[in-house]
């Protein structure tokens, strides 16, 4: 596919819409998927990964603390949201990401960043649980198979970078944070979160 191909300019506006991504990364993408904006999106999401692959291991000491309130003062949450830089946590992408992921926490109620933040003891004890659930008379490494994909599944639940974003259950948080990475031009990542409900 040749660069020359003639792109629309609306078209490139609603890819920009749709992806939040730079106008000449959109006219690229389009380009390079001769105008089929879901293939651009795919294009889009790939390259951003790599980016954000390529910026994971710069050091974050910039970000912000950002909070949230809900439900008449009920629920509350309190995100270490980092990045590289001052002036990319000043951005308004920044601090809507930031906004974003409180109300996600909110709603959510994850109780770790991902799989590390969960601690053995909780691990063994969901481990129990899943293996009295599985049907007696079952050989052991089938039982093992069974309470390995229902830990996978209390990840996703549990763990807020696997989990699906409310706003967009397409997406899911790790994918949000490597595409804000991707646009920001940082390391963008969650250091950790507090959540705190009234009777919960």
Request: with cysteine; proline share 2%.
């Amino acid at each position: 596919m040749t660069q020359t191909m003639k792109i629309d300019a609306k078209t490139v506006m609603k890819l920009r819409a749709e992806t939040g991504a730079g106008m000449m990364d959109c006219k690229k993408a389009l380009a390079e998927n001769e105008g089929d904006i879901e293939k651009a999106k795919a294009w889009l999401r790939k390259r951003g990964q790599k980016i954000a692959e390529k910026k994971a291991d710069r050091a974050t000491n910039a970000g912000q603390i950002a909070a949230y309130i809900h439900a008449g003062g009920r629920i509350g949450v309190l995100l270490d949201l980092r990045c590289e830089t001052d002036f990319v946590a000043r951005t308004d992408d920044f601090q809507q990401l930031a906004r974003d992921l409180c109300m996600h926490i909110a709603a959510s109620k994850p109780v770790a960043v991902d799989r590390e933040g969960i601690d053995e003891q909780t691990l063994e004890k969901e481990k129990e649980i899943f293996r009295a659930q599985v049907p007696a008379g079952k050989p052991p490494e089938v039982v093992e198979k069974i309470v390995q994909g229902k830990l996978n599944a209390f990840f996703k639940e549990r763990c807020l970078l696997e989990q699906e974003f409310v706003k967009d259950p397409k997406v899911t948080i790790r994918d949000l944070l490597t595409n804000a990475s991707a646009k920001l031009g940082e390391n963008v990542r969650v250091e950790r979160f507090t959540r705190y409900e009234i009777g919960g």
